[in-house]
């Protein structure tokens, strides 16, 4: 079993910055992905960003390209999401969301723990 514990979220006026972390614990993450995802009051949960627990490749949303960046420190088992440039449509509730088997990366069905959710809010 492994435990998702998300924080850095919090309120941001646009074109500010946050960082989103994720501590993995209990049994210890090996792969093969870790991801982030979003999910904004009234629509569904979508994709955001994914990396490649071994390799260390990364994943972005079209939308979050070159703003957002996922990276990960395997000794800590820790997931980031640096958030840069940040515009109010990037309001959500963000959840980490490790996976242990297959599938695709982009689907929220192929992860198998999921994190509490972080509120990012973001004024225009």
């Known amino acids: 079993q492994v435990q998702l514990v998300e924080s850095g979220g919090g309120l941001v006026q646009a074109g500010g910055s946050l960082r989103l972390s994720c501590a993995a614990s209990?049994?210890?993450?090996?792969?093969?992905?870790m991801g982030w995802f979003r999910q904004a009051p009234g629509k569904e949960r979508e994709f955001v960003a994914a990396?490649?627990?071994?390799?260390?490749?990364?994943y972005h949303k079209d939308s979050v390209k070159g703003r957002f960046t996922i990276s990960r420190d395997n000794a800590k088992n820790t997931t980031y999401l640096q958030m840069n440039s940040l515009k109010f449509e990037d309001t959500a509730v963000y959840y980490c969301?490790?996976?242990?088997?297959?599938?695709?990366?982009?689907?929220?069905?192929?992860?198998?723990?999921w994190g509490q959710g972080t509120q990012v809010t973001v004024s225009s």
């Open positions: 209990g049994r210890a993450f090996s792969g093969p992905a």
């Open positions: 990396i490649i627990w071994d390799s260390g490749r990364t």
């Open positions: 969301a490790a996976m242990r088997g297959s599938g695709s990366i982009q689907r929220a069905a192929a992860y198998d723990y």
